[in-house]
């Protein structure tokens, strides 16, 4: 039982970093419908953002720890809106191969800038909050690094939540969402709302990023491949475009993940989690939360 | 504006190509020309094992740079022909033969990690192009044909003397094993392991597995804190090493860590942290070993790299150190001569140790037990081969 839970508490705290880093997908393929394969590098630039700042604010302390994830946040939201100025808005109302295919070259191209200029060792991160354990009396441990991440994430998404469905950008985004031809024809600025889902979206890697250094702390320039890739699988198996969707499925990947760690079929871990992608997605092809829509001709 | 920024876009891909396409190709002599013997090297300098192919290169370039110093050999300058590997499971068959076809070198020297070392191998066999690996542990490597040599001692008996070491030092009767299963290296290293530790009278109460890439380790290692080892061996690379000592450490698993070669890096302590403190690995070299010829390389390492140089280090300059030994025997830079040469090495004076290849083309070679203290690593005892 013990380890059940404790397995619980492990598959929690890697599945909230997936769903951090799931909701930028889903924004952005909510509104532009094309999968940003560049917000994992975001997530990176994120970590190294945490790695540079970190070594300016004291280590161990809650004001510093929180001041560097707010400037990363920042540096990163201004990144995602220079990569769609730059990178996507040339290419908007061409083909969405295009955009695709461009995704992937701002992905490549920040992996392999980042090997330039933070070059391509593993460098440890700084322990930037107080980190203690907690024990219980029956031996269940977590780490006050894994708090922050329930803590954070649940603070973001409710924030998150909170900008879609009551703020006038957030409707406006919805709007945009839905239908972007009779958005602007109601007077909202398309280019705008994509450039603050971009911002936004960006932020949450960011933090995404330092929440899953300081509980990995290696970080190098090719360390958002396979959590990007994770938590891509996270926002699909959701329902991609659904905001609590991307929620749910990063926080379920990262138990099925960890539950099989742990099992004897360790090696299978990911054939599992893509499995019951597949499963899931032959009984409900527009993922768990998504609605399907017919496609109007 | 719009296609300004098209090509803007456009530069920025460009440019991400070339970052990408950056290799290192650096001569180590400013000799050319016909008068030069080219001498290739495969290695891991960017990447996961990066600091293991950076060291292992650093030897083998200071071996070269004191070769030729003294005059080359057979009265030529030597020139390494360095390609980077990237650490990636792949890339290595492509260098080899591209070193071979295109650039003409007579000999390889690489790699590191055994999983590397096996792809390029059987490249070097085809074309008769001896190859030494200064650090492959894996018995598999020198079985692939007889131009692969290796100066370094291999998995069995890596793993025969871990076993004995955890029985008899750690006095760690049920132990755990956490592999990774994506490496050769791991995998043999953790199969020589068991079966010696068993055969000895040890018992496994728990095994689990990982790949390497994998940054989570927390459900492995709250498996393996349910059985209640006494001791958990890790075979794996120090990239992985460092993140598991700690989440092993955050979760209360306080038995001791040890592990092989694959863990000696700077980053056990600067990414593990006090986590690994205390815990135990073995290598093939202790630049604290009171020995003339180890301290003239640690002072003459330490003049040109401005650090303390590690086993693979040490292994890089005595596999370039043979290669020339063989050439001046073979009295040519000829492939099999060269190789006849090199199957007929006895007594070569390493740096690591005195090096005789048998007839498996592998080297008999003494282990060191180093224990990570108080953030350095420090020699705890020499273990001479049988």
């Known amino acids: ?136 009396e029956a031996g269940l441990r977590i780490s006050s690094n894994q708090l922050l991440v329930f803590i954070v994430t649940a603070v973001l998404l409710f924030g998150l939540q909170w ?135 | 504006m719009r296609i300004r920024t098209r090509s803007i876009a456009a530069g920025l891909l460009c440019a991400s190509l070339l970052a990408g396409c ?52 057979l009265g030529k300058k030597l020139q390494l022909l360095t390609e980077d590997d990237q650490s990636k499971q792949g890339e290595s068959k492509t260098i080899a033969r591209k070193l071979i076809s295109r650039d003409g070198v007579v000999a390889m020297l690489g790699e590191v990690a055994s999983g590397r070392s096996l792809e390029a191998a059987p490249v070097c066999q085809e074309s008769k192009i001896p190859q030494i690996s200064p650090s492959s542990t894996n018995p598999k490597v020198t079985e692939i044909g007889d131009y692969i040599f290796r100066i370094c001692f291999t998995d069995p008996q890596q793993g025969k003397v871990l076993a004995q070491f955890a029985l008899g030092t750690l006095k760690a009767h049920r132990m755990a094993v956490l592999t990774d299963a994506a490496t050769p290296y791991s995998v043999g290293l953790a199969t020589y392991f068991k079966d010696a530790f068993t055969a000895a009278g040890g018992q496994i109460v728990a095994e689990q597995k990982y790949s390497s890439g994998d940054k989570d380790f927390n459900a492995q290692l ?65 630049p604290e070993e009171k020995n003339p010829a180890v301290e003239k390389f640690v002072h003459d390492f330490q003049a040109k790299f401005g650090m303390v140089p590690d086993a693979m280090a040490a292994l890089g300059y005595d596999s370039a150190m043979l290669l020339a030994d063989a050439m001046k025997r073979a009295g040519s830079s000829d492939g099999p001569k060269v190789r006849d040469a090199l199957a007929a090495t006895k007594d070569f004076p390493g740096i690591t140790g005195k090096i005789t290849i048998d007839a498996e083309r592998n080297a008999k070679k003494a282990l060191v037990i180093i224990q990570i203290k108080g953030g350095k690593f420090q020699l705890v005892q020499k273990i001479a081969p049988e």
């Open chain 1, 1 to 136: 039982m013990i380890v059940f839970l404790q397995q619980l508490i492990n598959g929690l705290s890697l599945g909230f970093v997936y769903a951090l880093l799931a909701l930028g997908y889903t924004m952005v393929y909510g509104i532009l419908r094309f999968i940003n394969f560049a917000h994992s590098d975001v997530f990176m630039v994120g970590a190294f953002c945490g790695y540079y700042f970190g070594r300016v604010v004291p280590q161990h302390s809650l004001g510093g720890g929180l001041l560097v994830m707010a400037m990363a946040m920042l540096v990163c939201a201004v990144l995602g809106i220079i990569i769609e100025r730059l990178a996507y808005r040339p290419l908007r109302g061409g083909s969405n191969l295009a955009v695709l295919i461009t995704a992937i070259g701002v992905s490549l191209f920040l992996e392999n800038a980042g090997q330039l200029v933070f070059g391509a060792d593993p460098k440890p991160f700084p322990a930037l909050f107080p980190s203690r354990n907690f024990t219980t």
């Open chain 1, 163 to 297: 900008i879609v469905m009551k703020t006038r950008m957030g409707t406006a985004m919805r709007a945009v969402s839905f239908n972007h031809q009779a958005a602007s024809l109601v007077g909202i600025n398309n280019d705008r709302v994509i450039s603050f889902t971009f911002g936004l979206g960006s932020a949450l890697a960011a933090a995404g990023g330092i929440l899953y250094a300081l509980n990995y702390p290696s970080i190098d320039p090719y360390m958002g491949i396979l959590p990007g890739l994770k938590a891509f699988v996270a926002a699909v198996l959701g329902g991609i475009g659904n905001i609590p969707g991307a929620a749910l499925g990063g926080i379920l990947l990262g138990l099925i993940e960890t539950f099989v760690n742990g099992s004897r079929f360790s090696t299978y871990t990911d054939a599992i989690a893509f499995g019951v992608l597949i499963v899931i997605l032959l009984c409900r092809p527009a993922g768990l939360l998504g609605k399907f829509q017919v496609e109007k001709v």
């Open chain 2, 22 to 73: 950056n290799k290192s190709n650096e001569p180590s002599s400013g000799a050319s020309g016909g008068d030069v013997i080219k001498v290739g090297e495969f290695a891991s300098l960017t990447g996961k094992e990066a600091d293991f192919g950076q060291s292992s290169h650093d030897g083998t370039a200071l071996a070269i740079d004191e070769l030729n110093a003294s005059g080359g050999v």
């Open chain 2, 222 to 286: 709250t498996a393996i804190k349910a059985a209640n080892p006494e001791a958990l061996f890790v075979p794996g690379y120090y990239t992985e090493v460092c993140l598991i000592g700690r989440q092993a450490h955050d979760l209360g698993l306080t038995v001791p860590l040890f592990g092989g070669d694959g863990w000696e890096s700077p980053q056990l302590i600067s990414i593990g942290g006090d986590a690994l403190d205390g815990d135990y690995f073995s290598t093939h070299f202790s």
